[in-house]
C-alpha cells in the first residue's frame, strides 16, 4: 500500500517536471537580479514596473516586493555596468529615497555552468551516500548483502528529492515560482536530513540482526526495529517542521519556496524512512528470510 502511495506521488513529480520543467530564475537561466528599497508616492511594485518598461525598454521585467523589510526585488534581462548605473540615477530622481541593497548580473554562459554543477553536485550526493552505506554495513551481510542496503538507500533518496522538486515545477507553472541556487542548496539538505533518518533505522537493524541472529525471521526484526526507532524519527522530525513552517509564514520573502522545498522534502524523508526504506530491505531480502 506505501509502495502505491510513493508511485503516484512520485510519477506525478517526475510528470510535473517532464510537462512543466523548471522556470529557471537569474542564476541558471543569466539575467539581472537587483534588490533594493525606495519610498514615494509612486513606489507601489505596479508603477515601478512601469518604470522598468517605458525608461529602461525592458518590458521582460519580474518585480516582487518584500512588505515586511520593505524591499523591492526585480529579475530583467542581463544589463551591463553602464546601464545599471544610469538606471539607478533615473531611479534616485523618481523616487523619494533610493537604496541599493544589492546588485547581480549573470551572463547565459555561466548560468549553464551553475545548472551542470548543480546536477553533478546532486549526482555526486546520490553515488557517495550510496557507496558509503554500502561499506558502512559491510558487517550486516545476512541475510541481503550489505550493497542492497546502499541500492534501497538510492532509492529512497530519489523518491525524497524528486517529490519536493516536482512540486516546484508545478507551482513555476502555476504561480511563476522560480528555482535558483537556494533550490539546489534545499534539495541537498533533504538528501542529508533523509539519509540520516534512513540510516538510524538500518542501524537499529543491524544492531537486531547482531542480537536476534538465528532466532528471528528478517522481517520480524525489521519490524521491531521499526517500532524502536518510531517515536524518535517522529519526535526529531516533527521539531525541524514546526521550525520551518514558523520560517515559512514570517520568514525572508525570498527564502519562502526554499523552505517550502526544505518542508515537503523533511516531511517525505520521514514517511521514506519508515514506509519506503524498511520495505525495501524485506522486499530485496524476502518475507521468510532468516537473520
Known amino acids: 500500500m506505501y509502495f502505491a502511495i510513493s508511485a503516484v ?18 542564476d541558471f537561466s543569466g539575467g539581472t537580479l537587483w534588490q533594493f528599497r525606495v519610498s514615494g508616492e509612486n513606489s507601489a511594485v505596479s508603477d515601478i514596473k512601469k518604470i ?13 516586493y518584500d512588505e515586511q523589510n520593505n524591499v523591492l526585488l526585480a529579475r530583467l534581462k542581463e544589463i551591463n555596468e553602464s546601464d545599471h ?10 523616487f523619494g529615497s533610493f537604496q541599493e541593497l544589492s546588485f547581480q548580473s549573470i551572463g547565459p554562459s555561466i548560468g549553464s555552468e551553475l545548472r551542470k554543477n548543480a546536477v553533478i553536485a546532486m549526482m555526486l550526493a546520490f553515488i ?11 558487517k550486516a551481510s545476512r541475510p541481503i548483502s550489505s550493497w542492497k542496503y546502499g541500492v534501497v538507500t538510492l532509492i529512497t533518496l530519489f523518491h525524497d528529492v524528486a517529490i519536493p522538486a516536482g512540486l516546484l515545477a508545478f507551482l ?18 533533504v538528501v542529508g536530513f533523509s539519509v540520516h533518518d534512513t540510516i538510524v533505522v538500518f542501524d537499529r537493524i543491524r544492531e537486531n540482526l547482531i542480537l536476534n541472529r538465528g532466532r528471528l525471521k528478517f522481517a520480524e526484526i525489521i519490524n521491531e526495529s521499526v517500532n524502536q526507532t518510531l517515536a524518535r524519527s517522529i519526535n526529531t522530525s516533527l521539531t525541524l517542521i514546526l521550525v ?8 525572508p520573502t525570498n527564502l519562502q519556496y526554499f523552505i517550502l522545498t526544505l518542508v515537503v ?20 531480502g524476502g518475507k521468510s528470510a532468516k537473520s
Not at 548605473?85 to 523618481?94: N, R, V
Request: hydrophobic share 55%; aromatic share 14%.
Open 244 to 251: 520551518l513552517i514558523s520560517l515559512y509564514f514570517v520568514g
Open 172 to 189: 513555476g507553472h502555476q504561480l511563476n515560482v522560480e528555482i535558483d541556487g537556494n533550490f539546489v542548496v534545499a534539495l541537498l539538505v
Open 128 to 138: 557517495g551516500i550510496s557507496l558509503y552505506i554500502a561499506y558502512a554495513f559491510r
Open 9 to 26: 506521488a512520485v510519477g506525478a513529480a517526475i510528470a510535473a517536471i517532464a510537462f512543466f520543467g523548471f522556470k529557471e530564475a537569474v
Open 52 to 64: 522598468f518598461q517605458t525608461n529602461f525598454a525592458h518590458e521582460e521585467v519580474a518585480i516582487s
Open 265 to 284: 522534502g523533511v516531511t517525505t524523508g520521514i514517511y521514506s524512512s519508515i514506509f519506503i526504506a524498511s520495505p525495501g530491505l524485506l522486499l530485496v
Open 85 to 94: 548605473q544610469e538606471f539607478s540615477k533615473i531611479l534616485k530622481g523618481k
